[in-house]
Nanobody, 115 residues
Framework: QVQLVELGGGLVQPGGSLRLSCTAS????????MGWYRQTPGKQRELVAV???????NYADSVKGRFTISRDTAKNTVYLQMNSLNPEDTAVYYC?????????WGQGTQVTVSS
């Protein structure tokens, strides 16, 4: 069992920023890849960003240039820095990590972008 806990969601105005964190119950060296997904009512969960132990990253086209995924191995934590937020970014954001033979998910944190 792997536990992933997300923090940092909240209400922010358009153009603002938030930093999400995902803390794992074990070394993130053993969790590869890790990523962030988001989901809005009536829509499928979609990939936002992924990071591998190699350092490689991937981003959804909708967030590329605005969001940055990073990691702090000493804290067993992956971050998602979200800048230039717009209402379309409103969603529940979920942390994800792969440990053979399955994928683990956090409980999610709500991000609301509204004026």
């Amino acid at each position: 069992q792997v536990q992933l806990v997300e923090l940092g969601g909240g209400l922010v105005q358009p153009g603002g920023s938030l930093r999400l964190s995902c803390t794992a119950s074990r070394s993130i060296f053993t969790i590869d890849p890790m990523g962030w997904y988001r989901q809005t009512p009536g829509k499928q969960r979609e990939l936002v960003a992924v990071i591998r132990n190699s350092g490689s990253t991937n981003y959804a086209d909708s967030v590329k240039g605005r969001f940055t995924i990073s990691r702090d191995t000493a804290k067993n934590t992956v971050y998602l820095q979200m800048n230039s937020l717009n209402p379309e970014d409103t969603a529940v954001y979920y942390c994800n990590g792969y440990v053979y033979p399955r994928t683990y998910w956090g409980q999610g944190t709500q991000v609301t972008v509204s004026s």
